[in-house]
């Protein structure tokens, strides 16, 4: 028989402050074959504590926190380790009432947390309040059955070209470790697909896919928590350029020179953790990965279908794939020769 894992929450709070609150989101996730990670059931350790917390936050399935009158340091810590690697996140806030107050710092990353509730970074944070155990018991339950019911979400899939991009945009819009694509023409140096066409909302939906690809990738090539990798076929790219008679159009050459320099410009400064690479094998695409979503394209046409799902184990296969199939570095002027437009 094969056993099932358990999905693991990691459970944050002031220890002492909450601790009756721990015990119920305890017992409720046993109720629900959940494993708790909490510091009152951590085994004798090794290493440091702080670092120990941080080792479970990093491999739990679900992290969950509880707040009340306080943020410990510790507390923001973990959160924010919780973000870095993309878990999703449960906030339970716990109400106040007569005389109770708030310290400073909760106020501060509570208002924070609610400026920031419309923007992509939070889109796997789930906010909750609750006063009562009954209330907190039933959050809690409510909430992680949905989360695991993502585990096992069926694939989706989109029927025409808008449709794929506009599925791959929102990949790069949530992303907040790593990128990996792979695009046999790569429009991060092509451009659009408009090229030099007159009417350039035809193709308005893959500009604000090349858009949002460069906005991530100048925000975040900086971060040393952030990666890139960028593949694509040099041979297929030659073949467009040949065909579309773009090596004649100077204007186009150039800016297609500007953004490759770009590009290796931003390899150096980010110790090559953003890198942009040809292909070694011919594989079919495109392709396109996030922290915890992946999608395929199949046809190239106008009526391309796309298939994405949310599984972290694939992503992180199709991640290992995509490093083994990249080149060395190469020069701008290698690029250039391999292209055809030195």
Not at 181 to 197: E, V
Request: proline share 3%; net charge neutral; with cysteine.
């Amino acid at each position: 028989m094969v056993a099932v894992r358990r999905i693991n929450v990691f459970i944050s709070s002031a220890m002492t402050e909450l601790e009756y609150d721990r015990e119920i989101v305890q017992q409720a996730l046993l109720e629900m074959n959940v494993n708790p990670v909490l510091f009152e059931v951590f085994p004798a350790m090794s290493q440091s504590p702080s670092e120990s917390y941080l080792d479970e936050v990093r491999n739990c399935d679900i992290f969950a926190i509880l707040l009340w009158k306080s943020l410990r340091p510790a507390v923001l810590k973990e959160y924010t380790e919780a973000l870095v690697w993309n878990k999703p996140i449960l906030i339970f806030v716990k109400s106040l009432i007569d005389n109770e107050e708030r310290e400073s710092e909760l106020k501060n990353f509570l208002s924070e947390l609610m400026a920031r509730s419309q923007q992509y970074v939070i889109r796997r944070t789930t906010y909750k309040r609750y006063r009562s155990i009954s209330d907190l018991r039933t959050a809690i339950r409510e909430s992680i059955a949905a989360e695991i019911a993502k585990f096992y979400r069926e694939p989706i899939s989109t029927l025409n070209r808008e449709e794929m991009y506009q599925l791959g945009t929102s990949i790069i819009r949530y992303a907040q470790k790593r990128l990996y694509l792979f695009q046999r023409t790569p429009s991060i140096i092509l451009g659009a697909r408009d090229y030099l066409a007159n009417d350039k909302t035809k193709y308005s939906y893959e500009k604000e896919f090349v858009d949002t690809l460069f906005l991530w990738i100048t925000e975040n090539y900086m971060n040393p928590n952030k990666e890139l990798l960028y593949l694509f076929s040099a041979d297929a790219t030659r073949k467009e350029i040949e065909e579309k008679s773009l090596a004649q159009n100077k204007t186009y050459i150039d800016k297609l020179k500007e953004s490759i320099n770009d590009l290796k410009e931003i390899e150096a400064n980010s110790a090559f953790r953003f890198r942009i690479r040809i292909i070694d094998v011919p594989i079919s695409g495109p392709l396109i990965i996030g922290d915890n979503r992946y999608a395929f394209w199949l046809l190239g046409s106008d009526q391309a279908v796309s298939i994405s799902q949310e599984n972290e184990k694939i992503c992180d296969i199709l991640v290992r794939m995509l490093k083994t199939c990249s080149q060395r570095s190469l020069s701008e002027e290698d690029i250039c020769h391999a292209l055809g437009v030195s």
